[in-house]
């Protein structure tokens, strides 16, 4: 018997949705969120699953370690799995391993999709329209097959399309062949290709030293349904810049009071200085003609004109 009820869900009082629009971009292990209106935020993508997962993979090296003990005809004089039709032995103490170890993945699942519940009702406090960079999670296993695992950013995402379309939202899509926004910067309109390992954009217009996901997410925040580059306003950049940098130095001030950070924020370490300015070689990649100048943009060569933001 099932019992179907008509009308909305309860939505707690504390989670009332906003009206702002969000630009959000997913990392394998960090989660960059930036809206039009103030709100900016750049975090380790389910921070608090690192205990459990130690203890699950503690358990999983016992299992080996049992598996081993108990069938060590099954293995060569190099440690490695003999071929051909083998039969396995399972102790008892193994097989209260192996249902500790369940125990483990069932509490570690759950726990994940309580925190994947809580960033999504984060996000629509801050606003109802989500703007998010379609993203295969499938090709990401096999580079960050670890991360992917504990994190689950594919059911992440698919909790935020379903939360979206229950309170009424819209979720909004864009490929990343079209938009190409890690490449992009809106100074100068230019696109130039960043390998994975440069977290930070800097241009000679002026624009920068920015955090890569953070200003990706910034750039999804600003970007219109008719069109593939979003439309910023001077303005709009002048008092988005200053809360994306005080976002970066409360991460800093994280890392220099010991805390452990994903290597994709590209924070310099405890002593180190971020780079203020691009080589020469960099320099020549973008525009020479556009130069960034109290708070406008300004032709450097007579007879052309800056480019419409």
């Known amino acids: 018997m099932q019992l179907v009820l008509e009308g909305s869900a309860y939505q707690k009082p504390r989670n009332t949705v906003g009206t702002d629009t969000i630009g959000v971009d997913i990392g394998p292990s960090s989660l960059a969120i930036v809206s039009q209106q103030g709100h900016v935020q750049l975090k380790t993508f389910c921070e608090e699953l690192k205990p459990n997962a130690g203890a699950k993979r503690r358990l999983a090296r016992k299992m080996e370690r049992q ?3 108990n069938n060590s005809q099954n293995y060569d004089d190099k440690g490695r799995v003999k071929q051909g039709r083998l039969t396995w032995k399972e102790s008892q103490q193994y097989k209260a391993t192996r249902r500790r170890y369940a125990t483990a993945e069932r509490k570690l699942a759950a726990y994940r999709k309580g925190l994947h519940g809580k960033l999504v ?26 991360s992917v695992a504990l994190r689950a950013p594919g059911l992440f995402y698919e909790h935020v399309k379903r939360i979206v379309a229950k309170t009424g939202g819209t979720l909004r899509e864009v490929s990343t062949y079209t938009t190409k926004f890690s490449q992009y910067c809106h100074g100068c309109r230019t696109y130039r290709k960043k390998p994975l390992s440069q977290r ?5 217009c002026g624009i920068g030293p920015v955090q890569r996901d953070l200003y990706s997410a910034f750039l999804l925040a600003y970007l219109t349904s008719t069109d593939n580059t979003p439309s910023i306003a001077l303005n709009e950049w002048e008092g988005a810049e200053p809360r994306l940098q005080a976002e970066i130095e409360r ?40 130069q960034y100048r109290k708070g406008k943009l300004e032709a450097l060569e007579m007879g052309k004109e800056p480019p419409r933001l």
């Open 67 to 69: 598996r081993r003990a």
């Open 121 to 146: 009702n984060d996000l629509l406090r801050v606003g109802q329209t989500i703007q998010i960079e379609k993203t295969s999670f499938r090709g990401w296993q096999k580079r960050f097959g670890k």
């Open 200 to 204: 930070w954009h800097t241009c000679a």
């Open 251 to 290: 991460l800093k001030q994280r890392a220099n009071e010991g805390q452990s950070l994903p290597g994709s924020f590209g924070l310099p370490k405890v002593g180190a200085r971020q780079p203020k300015s691009l080589s020469p070689n960099q320099q020549e990649l973008c525009s020479p003609s556009l």
